[in-house]
């Protein structure tokens, strides 16, 4: 009998049986659908349900959440076979805790319930919109940072707006239309969040629902547009918690951690946190009391971590995989790594707003957040979809670098290893693993002969910065370190 068998699945019932101090801080069946999240991956279930359940615990309100996933119908069957409950593991190094969170009260796949998806829409008692659906989730235009009519799904769903009930196939379709039945129905304020990693993701997700109601076929989008400007709200955030995809060693962890078979367990860093910006014109949860923080602008945290953070962990991920390494622990375990990360810090930190938090002492926390032993957090897995995560990560610290007169070197070298991690493998994919939505453009980057100037000067032109494609001496300086890079080795 294999342990998946042995074990009895987590549910409300055997949940019971668990030690106080691994059951849930609030009892589920006491919450109310107030919160309506897109996106059940592992980064929601061990952020944002975990500060929902915290602020309940802390002033007694009673927020549930619905969550809804776009493409993983397994997800949604492992979840409603617990109950909604899974488990939360806190890895710091030789220190693993493992308790049940219950904040999520109902899990909705997008393309099977979108009926249920537009009642909660409607409902005045549902306050607030969340969305983990990445980058790739917002179909935004690399130029304009606009909705891309272009893109198929977007496509087919603006035509279906032209039939009045036809099925709504997108995030972005599916929360219009809902925007536009709450219009119609109790028009109650609403509060939509972006927690992707994206600059200024309040207003980005603002533009592309505008811009999926202004192209719809509705003849009412005018009105609903109007009533939008003040009863819609899309505070910007910024999100962090390192949480690594779960594994099935992680399943398997966490199961004899708990004594119960959890299939959707996740495991993350010790750290989280939590920045909004204080925007609502809704209910506002009382997330502050779980540990988040509201504040007027948002934009300084968001630089800080997107371009600290976000930016050298896409550094490490593709200079770490020419290199060899398989995780992030990995590369901090090597004589380059912290020097990468330092090294990235110190050339990226005069971009940053001067106010808020010391850069240099930033990246001494990364660095140790970096080191945990404990995380298992996949290279592959942040270096894949990098034409959509480094217009947000490099591009901007990169031009304002160069638009100041000065060096960006880290920069280079890191996009040379980009550049080198771009080449296609026979399987689809690239070269190790990783994979981009934009792959056939880059694919075709790489067939042909080109001289290696032209060659990263076309890529960059795939990952939507033509700017910099056309800088000759950027182009000449990635170039050149193309063959360091390929031979593995991190010259800083
Ligand atoms: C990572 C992020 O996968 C990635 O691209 O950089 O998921 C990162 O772990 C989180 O933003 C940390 O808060």
């Given at each position: 009998?294999t342990?998946?068998q042995?074990q009895t699945r987590?549910?409300r019932?055997s ?5 106080p101090?691994?059951?849930?801080l609030v009892?589920?069946?006491?919450l109310r659908?107030?919160?309506l999240?897109?996106?059940l991956g592992?980064?929601?279930?061990a952020h944002?349900a ?24 397994r997800?949604?069957e492992?979840?409603r076979?617990?109950d909604?409950?899974y488990?939360?593991t806190?890895?710091?190094?030789g220190?693993l805790?493992?308790?049940?969170v ?7 796949l ?7 998806v537009r009642e909660l829409l409607?409902?005045?008692?549902l306050?607030?919109?969340?969305l ?16 891309d009519?272009?893109a198929?799904?977007?496509v ?9 009930g036809a ?5 972005l379709g599916?929360?219009s239309?809902?925007l536009r039945?709450?219009f119609h129905s109790t028009?109650?304020p609403i509060?939509?969040?972006?927690c992707?990693?994206m600059a200024?993701?309040g207003?980005a997700l ?13 003849a009412?989008?005018d009105?609903?547009?109007a009533?939008?400007a003040?009863?819609?709200s899309?505070p910007a ?6 949480v690594p ?16 078979r959890?299939e959707?367990?996740?495991?993350g860093?010790p ?8 925007a609502f014109v809704?209910p506002?949860?009382?997330w502050?009391r779980?540990g ?5 602008d948002?934009?300084?945290?968001q630089?800080?971590?997107?371009r600290?953070?976000?930016g050298?962990?896409?550094a490490m991920a593709y200079?770490?995989?020419a290199?060899?390494?398989r995780?992030?622990?990995d590369?901090l375990?090597?004589d ?9 810090g110190s050339?990226?930190?005069?971009t940053l707003p001067?106010?808020g ?9 990364l660095?140790?957040?970096f ?11 942040i270096g ?7 217009p ?20 280079e ?6 550049v080198h ?5 026979t ?7 990783t994979?981009?939505p934009a792959s056939p453009a880059?694919?075709a980057c790489?067939?042909g002969?080109m ?5 990263v000067?076309?890529l960059?032109?795939?990952?939507g910065?033509?700017d910099?494609a056309?800088a000759?001496?950027?182009t000449?300086?990635i170039a ?12 800083l």
């Open positions: 009998m342990m998946a042995a987590l549910s019932e949940v019971t049986r668990l030690d101090a691994a059951r849930p009892e589920p069946q006491s659908p107030r919160i999240h897109f996106g592992a980064f929601h279930r944002q975990v500060y929902t359940e915290a602020a309940n615990a802390a002033c007694g309100e009673r927020w549930g959440i619905v969550d809804v996933e776009p493409f993983s119908s997800a949604v492992e979840m076979a617990q909604c409950l488990s939360v806190d890895r710091a190094p220190d805790r493992t308790r049940v219950g904040s999520v009260i109902e899990a909705l997008l393309s099977e319930d979108p009926g249920r409607t409902d005045a008692d306050g607030t919109v969340t983990t659906v990445t980058e790739k989730g917002y179909h935004r235009r690399l130029d304009t940072g606009g909705l009519t272009t198929a799904p977007i087919t769903d603006l035509a279906a707006t032209a039939s009045e099925p709504l196939a997108t995030v599916q929360l239309a809902g039945a709450r028009a109650a509060d939509l969040i972006s992707d990693n200024g993701n207003p603002a533009t592309v629902v505008r811009g999926f109601i202004e192209a719809s076929a509705w009412d989008k009105a609903l547009l009533w939008m003040d009863s819609v899309f955030t910024i999100v962090d918690r390192i995809a779960t594994t099935d060693d992680d399943r398997n962890l966490a199961s004899s951690a708990l004594g119960l959890d959707m367990p996740v495991l860093e750290y989280r946190q939590w920045v909004l910006e204080d809704g506002r949860p009382h502050d779980g988040a923080l509201y504040v007027p948002v934009a300084p945290y630089l800080m971590k997107l600290l953070l976000n050298s962990h896409s200079l770490g995989l290199a060899g390494c995780t992030v622990a590369v375990a090597t380059w790594g912290e020097s990468l990360v330092r090294a990235f050339e990226v930190a005069p001067r106010a938090t010391d850069p240099a002492a930033y990246v001494e926390d660095v140790v957040r080191r945990n032993p404990a995380m298992h957090h996949l290279l592959r897995q894949s979809d990098g034409t959509l995560k480094l947000e990560r490099w591009f901007g610290p990169l031009r304002e670098l160069r638009a100041n007169g000065r060096p960006a070197p880290v920069l070298l890191a996009l040379a290893a980009w991690a771009t080449v296609p493998h399987d689809g994919g690239q070269r190790y693993g994979v981009d880059l694919a790489w067939s002969s001289t290696p100037t032209r060659r000067a076309a960059l032109t795939a990952a910065a033509e910099l056309a000759t001496d950027l000449a300086a050149q370190r193309l063959d360091g890079v390929a031979a593995g080795r991190v010259e």
